[in-house]
């Protein structure tokens, strides 16, 4: 029988204007889904501009220029209702979606649906199972006392997951940065960022993505006489009593690299704030 860690999945990953989801935009997100491990992957991309400041720092992680947006991204509103519809089918097809530090990607994109499309994530996956799987929260728990950084790149190389998805990037045309379909991965070598070469860090969100899905399925090998026993539910579950445990325990001070967001229990969206998103 075939293992939940070596069956399908989809991954979720977003390209940022900052690390506060309270308060900044999405510039790029994608959807990435893979049916049994070995096979190359299916592949959804999307471009935004946010139609606000893009910073420098920003920038220099993903490579997207605000120009570049201007010109190549979309509004934010079309977006944001596309990317939560598109996970809504996956929760549907039964497909654990993987999500490296869920309560920022997932409350980013919760908070972009209350301020472009006056609705939230909960709304848009109502009638359907939500089941996470958190690299981040996994490694934390399986491996707690571990020192050093857990980003993704430093849990990429704990693992010995290839950083292809991280350092290079899917096959992609114009086309298909700004009108989003369905496309099969297709590694490329990699590409300096910048204005002269934008394409290649304009998938970056995707590359992302892939490389937290290949973790999960790799923590899942690592520590198979663990995880063969849970569901994929049940993980979800677990894995929120394992956030706010870590949260509030002594891990916490050895997880500060984490990002923002790392002291709140709430797993895997947080609650709005008042006055939040605006």
């Given at each position: 029988m075939t293992c939940w860690y070596e069956g399908p999945l989809a991954a979720f990953g977003t390209g940022t204007t900052g690390v506060d989801a309270e308060k900044d935009r999405i510039v790029s997100a994608a959807l990435i889904v893979q049916d049994?491990?070995?096979?190359?992957p299916r592949v959804r991309r999307w471009l935004v501009d946010p139609g606000v400041p893009v910073p420098p720092g920003a920038t220099?992680?993903?490579?997207?220029?605000?120009?570049?947006?201007?010109?190549?991204?979309?509004?934010?509103?079309?977006?944001?209702?596309?990317?939560?519809?598109?996970?809504?089918?996956?929760?549907?097809?039964?497909?654990?979606?993987?999500?490296?530090?869920?309560?920022f990607g997932l409350t980013l994109l919760d908070r972009e649906l209350r301020r472009h499309r006056a609705s939230s994530l909960c709304r848009r996956l109502e009638n359907v199972s939500l089941c996470v799987l958190d690299p981040l929260v996994l490694d934390r728990h399986l491996d707690r006392y571990?020192?050093?950084?857990?980003?993704l790149t430093e849990l990429c190389a704990q693992y010995a997951v290839g950083t292809d998805g991280v350092d290079g990037a899917p096959d992609v045309t114009d086309d298909e940065l700004t009108e989003p379909a369905w496309s099969t991965w297709s590694a490329l070598p990699p590409a300096p960022a910048g204005p002269s070469a934008p394409v290649a860090p304009a998938v970056l969100a995707a590359a992302s993505a892939l490389s937290a899905l290949?973790?999960?399925?790799?923590?899942?090998?690592?520590?198979?006489?663990?995880?063969?026993?849970?569901?994929?539910?049940?993980?979800?579950?677990?894995?929120?009593?394992?956030?706010?445990?870590?949260?509030?325990?002594?891990?916490?001070?050895?997880?500060?690299?984490?990002?923002?967001?790392?002291?709140?229990?709430?797993?895997?969206?947080?609650?709005?704030?008042?006055?939040?998103?605006v």
């Open positions: 049994t491990t070995g096979i190359r220099e992680a993903h490579g997207l220029t605000e120009d570049f947006l201007h010109r190549n991204g979309r509004w934010p509103a079309p977006v944001v209702e596309e990317v939560s519809r598109a996970l809504a089918e996956q929760c549907k097809a039964g497909r654990p979606l993987v999500v490296m530090n869920a309560p571990r020192k050093g950084g857990r980003d290949e973790l999960v399925r790799a923590i899942g090998r690592r520590f198979a006489a663990r995880m063969e026993r849970l569901s994929p539910q049940e993980l979800h579950t677990l894995q929120a009593v394992w956030h706010a445990t870590q949260t509030r325990g002594p891990q916490a001070w050895f997880s500060r690299g984490a990002g923002e967001g790392a002291s709140d229990p709430a797993w895997p969206l947080r609650p709005e704030l008042p006055a939040a998103a």
